[in-house]
């Protein structure tokens, strides 16, 4: 068992920055490949950057692409997700989620598809104003 558990969440301006944290324990962090998922009120939950679990290879969705940072620090089991440029459709409930890998190699197709997750945190709310 993984457990997860992110942090860092707020209300901030459009424009502004956050910087969320997931928090891992219970098993070897870097074994792990990480995903930052966000679900807004009345929507699904939609992917928005993984890592995997040496930290070489990032995947980004399209809409956080140049403004969002996914990275991992395994020595202290956490994982972050730096975002700046923030806009109001930013607004939603961040969850952190981890799956077990021991591929060297996973399409970015793998690391989008929240199906593949084994391990979720309870998710921490962003709400960005205009």
């Known amino acids: 068992q993984v457990q997860l558990v992110e942090s860092g969440g707020g209300l901030v301006q459009a424009g502004g920055s956050l910087r969320l944290s997931c928090a891992a324990s219970?098993?070897?962090?870097?074994?792990?490949?990480m995903g930052w998922f966000r679900q807004a009120p009345g929507k699904e939950r939609d992917f928005v950057a993984a890592?995997?679990?040496?930290?070489?290879?990032?995947v980004y969705a399209d809409s956080v692409k140049g403004r969002f940072t996914i990275s991992r620090d395994n020595a202290k089991n956490t994982g972050f997700l730096q975002m700046n440029i923030l806009r109001p459709e930013d607004t939603a409930v961040y969850y952190c989620?981890?799956?077990?890998?021991?591929?060297?190699?996973?399409?970015?197709?793998?690391?989008?598809?929240?199906?593949?997750?084994?391990?979720w945190g309870q998710g921490t709310q962003v709400t960005v104003s205009s």
């Open positions: 890592i995997s679990r040496s930290g070489t290879t990032t």
């Open positions: 989620a981890a799956v077990g890998v021991t591929l060297a190699y996973y399409s970015g197709n793998f690391y989008r598809a929240a199906s593949n997750y084994n391990y």
């Open positions: 219970g098993r070897t962090f870097s074994n792990y490949a």
